[in-house]
């Protein structure tokens, strides 16, 4: 392709699509259909940027392309690379597998220059561990409205009970929420906790938080059932708790019932006494089953097999 560039010192146009070229006058003869003209932008050369200029681009003829480097050369003939012979003084570089291995400093070091200091405090360029940079400040922070994300340790999360919860202060009362969530892994550990805050989403966050500060066992059978009968109160609440045969399923209503499956109990049987409170009843089936203990336990304490306990 040939290209030339023309420049106009007075050009008009009527419209956009039909420019009016009476006082192009090019040096290289043009075919008229091979014209194409791009006043303002054109990445063939940096002058046509300017609004005046014009870069039009002709049709090269097939004579113009030079061709003897090909006369002398057979396609179908075979070639063997034959690389150049080194000079006499050339070393060949070591290996990237044959070089002195890193010290522990130097990768923290370049750990450090990629992603900043790590999270144990230390500074190994000695840059200032306790200013955030400006791109964590806009990901995080007061009014950035990024959600956290859930903490992966095998725990499930089981919101129970949500209410709202108002408490009087000298300026009147303030409105928070107050969430009832109970974790567990379903292989036998479980935890109870509450949290209260302003918006629903940051109460169940501290409530999860605070019920893995509480996890307790939960002793159970081959048959994932309780190894004896137990109860347990917290506050004006009672449960009563009591094994049950293998496919019998959790008979059981309100937090009892969810406290059970969430530590993995598949056969047992739970009953409310007294009152109906949520986090008094999920606490007291907490109290019930830290007063179980297995056979195995108890033979040991005792100094005696196991099969002497049923004797």
């Known amino acids: 392709m040939a290209i030339t560039t023309v420049t106009l010192s007075s050009l008009s146009l009527h419209s956009t699509t039909t420019p009016r070229l009476s006082f192009l006058k090019p040096t290289t003869k043009l ?4 014209l194409s003209i791009s006043p303002k932008s054109s990445f063939l050369s940096p002058l046509s940027y300017h609004p005046k200029i014009i870069t039009i681009i002709t049709k090269a003829n097939s004579s113009d392309i030079d061709t003897s480097f090909f006369d002398n050369l057979n ?4 070639f063997v690379f034959d690389p150049p012979t080194p000079p006499e003084d ?3 570089p070591p290996s990237f597998d044959e070089g002195p291995l890193e010290t522990e400093e130097e990768i923290a070091a370049a750990y450090e220059e990629l992603y ?3 999270y144990s405090g230390v500074s190994v360029l000695g840059k200032d561990i306790y200013v955030m940079d400006s791109k964590v400040k806009k990901t995080s922070g007061w009014g950035s409205r990024v959600k956290k994300e859930k903490i992966k340790d095998g725990f499930d999360e089981r919101v129970v009970q949500v209410r709202r919860v108002t408490k009087v202060v000298k300026g009147g009362k303030q409105l928070h929420f107050r969430a009832v969530v109970i974790v567990g892994d379903k292989q036998g550990r479980v935890g109870v906790g509450v949290g209260k805050a302003k918006e629903v989403i940051v109460a169940v966050q501290k409530s999860a938080l605070n019920a893995r500060r509480n996890i307790i066992t939960v002793p159970m059978t081959k048959y994932l059932t309780f190894p004896h009968r137990s109860e347990g109160d917290f506050g004006a609440a009672k449960v009563m708790l009591r094994p049950a045969s293998p496919g019998t399923g959790v008979i059981a209503g309100g937090a009892v019932r969810i406290v059970l499956e969430m ?3 598949e056969n047992a049987l739970g009953k409310q006494l007294r009152s109906k ?3 008094n009843n999920a606490r007291a089936t907490v109290v019930a089953v830290q007063k179980m203990r297995q056979f195995s336990e108890v033979a040991r304490e005792r100094g005696i097999p196991m099969e002497e306990l049923w004797k």
Do not use: D, F, K, T
């Open 31 to 34: 075919h008229p259909l091979s």
């Open 75 to 78: 396609p179908e003939e075979e």
């Open 90 to 92: 050339y070393i060949p």
């Open 116 to 118: 900043g200091p790590a």
């Open 263 to 265: 530590a993995g109990v």
């Open 277 to 279: 409170n949520a986090l």
